[in-house]
């Protein structure tokens, strides 16, 4: 048995190291500037996204003369493990764009720069007051950044105004409260002669979202603590489930696959363009694709409100994050070109990539520079987004080594309580059990605090 593992082992390494070597070779034959310090930055952006990414790069290396960034986009499902590979290898990157979230993960094994340690301590006391409190908690783990946001995605409502008249309701004055809101979504729901749901008012999805708007949330930040059952979360994920449950589970879930899209909304047609639903909670990026797939489309956005003693502008956040491994070759050329893409040199500059790319800013410079605020008159609801980047109430994953999991299993206690398998207690009981498990394991294998 000895013997017939290391055959196995010695193929996956050998594995490894093509995979390592099939994705350097395209880095070096992408030189345009052979006399320049390489700077190897990997990113997952692809299709016409890609093409503003390289576009940046380009207006990076004609900026100076040291450095020669020189971008790859890495296949998604790969990204992360090929990152790892790399370091264990000795080859990173010199830079990446991560999308998950890895930061605390990482940062605690001692592959990530912080790069405030590229900042003497004015500067940085500066920067931190300049970047938006939700660009801010994306990077940080520890006290020190370790990534820094080149694009946040947060949520707010997006609604048509033309499904709110024709229920009687006035699309210009919504109501203050999340209970409010449910209760107009209730008054545009829609069934067939067959009492088949053909259109909903809202369904909404996102038990991380929705948490801070009832005022709970799964991470005491001025306590460093995991709060998971609380009150406020009970409440979030009961109020998630009750709306299922008071159509049916199971008409929900053939309204669902009539729509071809999950619970996420994350397959088929946006279901506020298609009509299938008059409310939906989305990201920024959908007024850049709204405006490109029905640009005389009619709709509105706005904050979500507040449930009963919950908190104004609260919700979840996330983004692309720059980071540095420590093993990076080039970590000054790395570091100047984060700086040239994000805004920390010149904010003026650096909004033509945020418009571009269609991105929330990483700081107030970027947001008050003319161009962006030209880009704000263009896009008019876009502006809500931005708006939220002032809240204090916006919040990533836990800033804890173990975030990942935890999402993923905040993620299967909303979908176990929403599917009707298990009650919203039992779903968040579950969830409980599961983050102790996981506690118990790190400590019992000695991993940090």
Not at 51 to 57: A, E
Not at 159 to 185: C, I, K, M, N, V
Request: charged share 25%.
């Amino acid at each position: 048995m000895e013997s017939s593992g290391r055959p196995w082992l010695a193929f996956v390494l050998v594995c490894a190291a093509i995979l390592a070597l099939s994705w350097s070779l395209p880095e070096q034959s992408f030189r345009r500037y052979p006399g320049r310090k390489p700077v190897i930055f990997w990113h997952r952006w692809t299709g016409e996204w890609e093409k503003v990414v390289d576009g940046i790069c380009d207006r990076f290396n004609a900026s100076q003369t040291e450095y020669e960034v020189i971008p790859l986009s890495v296949p998604d499902g790969m990204a992360d493990s090929k990152f790892l590979i790399a370091v264990a290898g000795d080859d990173p990157p010199d830079c990446m764009a991560e999308v998950n979230d890895v930061v605390p993960q990482w940062a605690e094994s001692g592959l990530l720069l912080p790069l405030d340690s590229l900042m003497d301590a004015r500067e940085w006391e500066r920067q931190k007051g300049s970047i938006f409190p939700a660009a801010l908690r994306i990077g940080m783990f520890r006290d020190r950044l370790y990534g820094l946001t080149v694009g946040m995605d947060i949520f707010a409502l997006y609604y048509r105004p033309d499904f709110f008249r024709q229920a009687g309701l006035d699309p210009d004055h919504l109501p203050s409260s999340l209970e409010g809101l449910t209760d107009w979504a209730a008054k545009m729901d829609r069934t067939d002669a067959n009492g088949e749901l053909t259109r909903l008012g809202m369904l909404p999805w996102g038990l991380g979202n929705f948490a801070p708007v009832f005022g709970g949330g799964f991470y005491d930040w001025g306590k460093g603590e995991l709060t998971l059952d609380t009150p406020q979360n009970m409440r979030a994920l009961t109020w998630l489930a009750a709306r299922r449950s008071r159509l049916g589970f199971d008409r929900v879930g053939r309204f669902e696959a009539a729509q071809n899209r999950s619970k996420g909304g994350g397959e088929g047609g946006w279901p506020l363009l298609s009509g299938s639903e008059a409310i939906v909670v989305d990201g920024q990026w959908r007024v850049q694709e709204a405006r490109k797939l029905a640009p005389a489309f009619d709709y509105r956005t706005a904050p979500i409100p507040p449930a009963g003693g919950g908190l104004p502008g609260a919700g979840f956040v996330d983004g692309n994050v720059m980071l540095i491994p420590r093993s990076a070759r080039d970590i000054q050329g790395a570091w100047a070109f984060i700086r040239f893409w994000s805004g920390l040199d010149h904010p003026e500059r650096a909004a033509e990539f945020y418009t571009e790319g269609g991105w929330l800013p990483l700081n107030r410079a970027v947001e008050e520079s003319p161009v962006y605020r030209g880009y704000l008159r263009r896009n008019l609801q876009f502006r809500t987004f931005v708006d939220l980047l002032e809240s204090p109430n916006l919040y990533p994953v836990a800033p804890i080594p173990e975030g990942l999991y935890l999402s993923d299993r905040i993620g299967k206690a909303e979908e176990a309580a929403c599917d009707g398998s298990a009650s919203p207690k039992q779903a968040m009981d579950q969830l409980v059990r599961e983050m102790r498990r996981e506690a118990r394991f790190r400590r019992d294998n000695g991993y940090a605090d």
